[in-house]
């Protein structure tokens, strides 16, 4: 097979990818999308619990640091400002694709997440993108302002080549390093990546008392951090074998650093010293039952075998013992020996410098032609669809320049 040229070749056939093939090849360019897995977008079929949360309501473009990490959360401000969660409804709803809001903005298919999967590749049909997948990529180099890729299915060339190749999260479903052996090939620095979206772990010893709990959720207020650095989420805690996960554990993790402690406030809409005293006057519960009122009673017997002047009807309880309990309660404090790692992270935190990026189309400083979008670039959205409306405004972004 001789070498082929297209206007635009983009490697990755996922959220960023296929959303920017499309539109740029609605817009006239010729272009190919590359990936190496042998079936499409598979982070989009399983988010979400198979049911894809695409996007959030709540994403405010005029201050997405708010919703955003990475060195530089307000790099994303351009591209989510002229492509926002309001235009992509649109497409979802002209596609007769029903949705709900789930919670805090959260947009999810009533259906199945393949409802977007094959709005995409429908969008992509009606751009005329070829595709090629699977088919790994080889060598990659720049000559007479063109991109020369070699791939498993021959070479090709293109004036722009759109790295859309995501992240280290999830290596089952074809994660790969790719897109960064690529930055680092053509000398764009790279903030170091580290899962995020991602369950804790503790040490297994001191583990052990919480262990059995596995299976138990429950509000709480979590927090990370110190001074201007410290962020806390209301969201729901799950207890697991190993330690802890639910959507509070998922979206301090992006914020968590090792070695740091947590705070976990386990009855954030309880004042706690006033209950406990008050029950004290009113009540001849053991404590164990009482805070059962609050806490799930699996959790409730737990805290109350801490102590053994726990172990006692509440009206017999010191009014020190209370304030002890209703204290560590309200600022449980916990430091994770680690997290459960790519295996576990829903996206993948740090990547390409968007230093090196233009804001408007994503386009590498001093590389002509070469654009980062998506996942591989390092803006880290928060839990709730925020990493695929950066996919999708970003994809947007640069199908613009192209």
């Given at each position: 097979m001789g070498t082929v040229h297209f206007d635009a070749v983009i490697l990755g056939a996922g959220a960023a990818g296929l959303h920017c093939a499309a539109e740029a090849g609605q817009r006239g360019r010729k272009v190919l999308v590359i990936d190496h897995a042998p079936k499409v977008a598979e982070k989009i079929r399983i988010s979400g619990g198979g049911r894809c949360n695409f996007t959030n309501r709540q994403l405010d473009p005029r201050a997405p640091q708010q919703h955003f990490l990475g060195a530089n959360p307000s790099f994303g401000r351009s591209a989510l400002s002229r492509y926002t969660p309001g235009d992509f409804i649109a497409l979802v709803q002209r596609h007769g694709i029903a949705f709900h809001e789930k919670h805090k903005g959260q947009l999810f298919c009533d259906g199945s997440s393949e409802a977007i999967i094959t709005m995409l590749l429908a969008e992509c049909a009606d751009g005329r993108v070829e595709r090629w997948q699977p088919c790994s990529v080889g060598a990659i180099a720049q000559a007479d302002g063109a991109y020369r890729i070699e791939t498993a299915r021959g070479t090709v060339t293109a004036g722009r080549l759109v790295v859309a190749t995501g992240g280290l999260s999830i290596p089952k479903i074809g994660a790969s390093d790719l897109g960064y052996r690529i930055a680092r090939q053509f000398g764009i620095p790279l903030v170091a990546p580290r899962p995020a979206l991602v369950p804790l772990t503790f040490d297994a010893a001191q583990w052990q008392p919480w262990a059995a709990l596995s299976g138990v959720s429950l509000p709480v207020r979590i927090t990370a951090g110190q001074g201007r650095q410290r962020t806390a989420f209301?969201?729901?805690?799950?207890?697991?074998?190993?330690?802890?996960?639910?959507?509070?554990?998922?979206?301090?993790?992006?914020?968590?650093?090792?070695?740091?402690?947590?705070?976990?406030?386990l009855a954030p809409e309880t004042p706690l010293r006033s209950a406990l005293l008050q029950a004290k006057a009113d009540s001849k519960k053991q404590i164990a039952r009482l805070l059962a009122q609050w806490l799930p009673a699996r959790l409730a017997e737990a805290w109350a075998a801490e102590r053994t002047e726990w172990q006692r009807p509440v009206n017999e309880a010191s009014d020190k013992a209370l304030a002890q309990l209703a204290d560590r309660l309200g600022d449980w404090r916990l430091t994770p020996s680690g997290t459960e790692g790519y295996k576990k992270a829903e996206v993948t935190l740090g990547g390409v410098d968007t230093r090196a990026l233009s804001q408007q189309t994503l386009e590498a400083t001093g590389r002509r032609g070469l654009h980062f979008i998506g996942e591989v670039v390092d803006i880290t959205g928060w839990l709730g669809g925020y990493n695929f409306q950066w996919a999708w405004a970003s994809a947007h972004a640069c199908a613009q320049a192209l």
């Open positions: 209301h969201e729901d805690l799950l207890f697991t074998h190993r330690g802890l996960s639910g959507p509070a554990i998922l979206q301090i993790s992006s914020y968590w650093q090792p070695g740091e402690a947590l705070s976990i406030h």
